[in-house]
């Protein structure tokens, strides 16, 4: 009984994590678009430098958080026994 409200609390605490991590990596992975679009239109020195920070800072974290992200999510599935992409 116990263990049973242990894991529907943990579960629904993981999954709130997980939507708001996912959604927010996606959110910021849509930025970088803005940001090398704004680098196209810049142009020059000041575009590459945009680029490289993108690619050097942006993007490390981005998917540094979404691979954390994923392990919670998948955590979150085995706790609560959630099964997907099967036949049943």
């Known amino acids: ?40 239109i810049i142009g020059g020195d000041l575009a590459e430098q945009i680029s490289v920070f993108i690619f050097r800072t942006v993007f490390p974290i981005i998917i540094t958080s979404s691979t954390v992200l994923v392990v919670v999510g998948l955590l979150k599935m085995y706790i609560t026994g959630e099964t997907a992409l099967t036949i049943k």
């Open 1 to 40: 009984m116990f263990m049973s409200n242990f894991r529907d609390k943990l579960g629904r605490i993981l999954t709130v994590i997980y939507g708001y991590g996912i959604l927010l990596s996606l959110f910021a992975g849509g930025m970088t678009f803005f940001g090398y679009l704004a680098a196209i």
